[in-house]
């Protein structure tokens, strides 16, 4: 037992995961247009990790080794740009919560699988199904929180039905 009280083993894994942090942010001098990098103008760049805005030019990440990739590329083309950028990883201490950012991200597959939804129903020929089809495999490789557009998302409250199987912690 850790002397708090707590099993060691479980004080280790929370103590190790404060440590390292389960995100990474990319925090830039200039604002983006929308909510999200994908309004700026390396928005094509970005469409295949979809970070979330969680302040003005603080956009986050499910931290791992492409995501850590992905934003330090995103923070050389913004300095070489002349703008300022920092990339970090993170644990949110007090205000923001997981819970919170993990929203952020589900809300915004559930518009992305809600747009493919009302697409399917005007539906008139077989290019557009193909079309529909790869990108909801887009979206689905994009949803790191398992959004109610899926069937593991579960609806509801868009929580995962299973913990140990969430894509952050893969």
């Not at 942010?25 to 990790?49: D, H, K, Q, V, Y």
């Not at 970070?51 to 492409?66: E, T």
């Not at 539906?123 to 495999?137: C, D, G, N, Q, Y």
């Amino acid at each position: 037992m850790a002397p708090w009280g707590a099993p060691l083993g479980s004080s280790i894994r929370n103590f190790l995961a404060v440590k390292q942090g389960r995100w990474i942010l990319l925090m830039s001098s200039a604002p983006a247009p929308s909510p999200t990098i994908s309004g700026s103008r390396f928005g094509g760049a970005c469409r295949g990790w979809a970070p979330v805005a969680i302040k003005n030019s603080v956009y986050a990440l499910p931290f791992s080794a492409q995501s850590s990739e992905d934003f330090q590329w995103l923070r050389k083309e913004i300095t070489g740009g002349g703008g300022e950028a920092s990339v970090c990883r993170a644990t949110f201490v007090d205000g923001l919560a997981d819970p919170q950012i993990e929203a952020l991200f589900r809300t915004a597959r559930d518009t992305e699988y809600a747009e493919v939804t009302r697409a399917a129903e005007r539906v008139e020929s077989t290019a557009e199904i193909a079309r529909l089809e790869r990108r909801l495999r887009d979206i689905t490789a994009l949803d790191h929180f398992w959004g109610r557009g899926t069937k593991r998302g579960g609806g509801g409250d868009g929580q995962a039905q299973d913990a140990e199987q969430q894509p952050w912690q893969a």
